[in-house]
């Protein structure tokens, strides 16, 4: 089976995120960081699963609503 360009690009997005939330100070690491961080590496797991699913569609609505709350702790971190 061909692997999905998202799958890919959310791989390549941890691999850039996780460092930068590694950065972070004490304060925010240990809370948004982490946070943010166990949410990337779910996203990614979720989407490989999504793609051996019966119910895509299902399981890809489930994934924006978690791609959101990523987007709006991103904001918090500015």
Do not use: C
Not at 12 to 23: A, E, G, M, Q, S
Request: net charge positive; glycine share 2%.
């Amino acid at each position: 089976m061909e692997e999905l360009a998202i799958i890919q690009r959310t791989y390549d997005l941890i691999k850039w995120y996780v460092p930068i939330l590694h950065r972070l100070p004490k304060a925010h690491k240990f809370t948004l960081g982490e946070r943010m961080t166990n949410g990337l590496y779910n996203l990614l797991e979720d989407l490989i699963v999504a793609r051996y699913s019966q119910e895509k569609l299902t399981r890809l609505e489930a994934i924006n609503s978690k791609l959101d709350i990523l987007r709006y702790q991103t904001r918090l971190l500015l």
